[in-house]
């Protein structure tokens, strides 16, 4: 049964912690026990009435908050949304995914990210949606985001680097996502060229990475992820090609731990990236590639090319040995493999 939460936003930084957040702090800290309002009240240090209409908030959220007259308040569950309040709890970064705006459904996170971007939201802020009605994808192809199932999320970044590097960024976030999927679940996915990351041969997560820039400069960098997590069903033209991390691991996989680690796995390269050891980045971007060494077809657009993928280059690019013995440079284009050599 899905929450329709339609319209709600929040905002959590690093200097504001909503009144809800502290509530929950107290709740959880004792989560066997109620909690009087009388209590409640004097570590918050507001009245019995605010602390009341405070729960009912999260109420409406989903938490489930049990009360009892001249007893007090029990935190008995928490929703499955990704809600800010949840993704905040142990995050423990320095400032990816401090700042956060989260709403049920947007048309896509990337557009509303670039909006937010353009008005000057801070370095690490976390757009989040529970559904997408116009996700997208590389090339231009939509992003299925079937509510309450996947992650649907983009990062603002403000990174010191030149444009000319900004293939960094497609390299952090690949990576994340694979390092993110193994600490939670134990499973080994790879990188397809430049940026699917594959399970057993079928995708199941993409990035889309967007910036607004100068030659010499990078005003701003948005990056989307969007990972298939417990997503049972797709349309029958895709069944062969996209996985699930529910599909493979064979259990519901809770999508605020995934998240969590991939936040703090996006921060640990980023700062790496940013501190001048970019070859780090690279070299594990390239150790976690599925294309280098297989026979591959890349569609260009205007044509279609056959090789084997021979070698990867920190700007991003591919380089294909083709039938003919020339080696050719790909800067961009879609990646279908043929087989292992």
């Known amino acids: 049964m899905h929450t329709k939460l339609p319209g709600k936003k929040f905002t959590l930084t ?14 959880r800290a004792k989560s066997h026990a109620y909690i009087s309002g009388e209590q409640l009240s004097r570590e918050l240090d507001m009245s019995r009435t605010a602390i009341w209409k405070h729960v009912n908030a999260l109420r409406d959220l989903g938490y489930k908050v049990e ?11 928490s929703p499955e949304l990704l809600l800010p309040l949840e993704i905040k709890n142990g995050l423990n970064t320095r ?31 976390l757009v989040v949606s529970e559904s997408q009605k116009q996700g997208r994808g590389r090339l231009g192809r939509s992003w299925i985001s079937q509510p309450e199932t996947g992650i649907y999320m983009s990062l603002i970044l403000r990174p010191t680097f030149v444009p000319i590097q900004a293939a960094r960024i497609t390299f952090i976030s690949a990576i994340a996502v694979v390092e993110a999927v193994k600490e939670v679940l134990g499973i080994d996915a790879r990188i ?8 057993h041969g079928k995708k199941t997560a993409g990035i889309l990475t967007e910036l607004r820039a100068e030659m010499e400069s990078i005003h ?19 069944r062969e090609k996209v996985t699930s991390l ?11 731990k995934l998240l969590q680690a991939l936040l703090r796995t996006f921060e640990r390269w980023y700062l790496r990236a940013l501190n001048e050891q970019p070859g780090q980045t690279f070299e594990r971007w390239r150790e976690l590639s599925c294309t280098l060494g297989n026979l591959v077809e890349v569609n260009l657009g205007d044509e279609i090319i056959r ?13 294909l040995k083709l039938d003919s013995g020339e080696e050719r440079q790909i800067l961009a284009g879609d990646v279908t493999m043929i087989a292992s050599v």
């Open 14 to 27: 690093q200097n504001t912690l909503s009144i809800n957040a502290r509530i929950l702090e107290v709740l």
């Open 67 to 77: 009360a009892i007259t001249s007893v007090g308040y029990k935190l008995v569950s």
């Open 95 to 125: 400032f990816i995914g401090q700042n956060i705006h989260w709403e049920y459904e947007v048309n896509s996170t990337n557009s509303l990210a670039l909006q937010l971007a353009d008005q000057g939201y801070p370095e690490g802020t």
């Open 192 to 199: 397809k060229w430049p940026n699917d990351v594959m399970i």
């Open 220 to 238: 701003y960098v948005v990056v989307g992820i969007g990972i298939n997590v417990n997503n049972m069903y797709f349309p029958k033209a895709l």
């Open 246 to 256: 529910v599909l493979e691991y064979q259990e519901k996989v809770s999508r605020i």
């Open 307 to 319: 090789g084997l993928a021979t070698r990867l280059e920190p700007n991003g690019s591919l380089y």
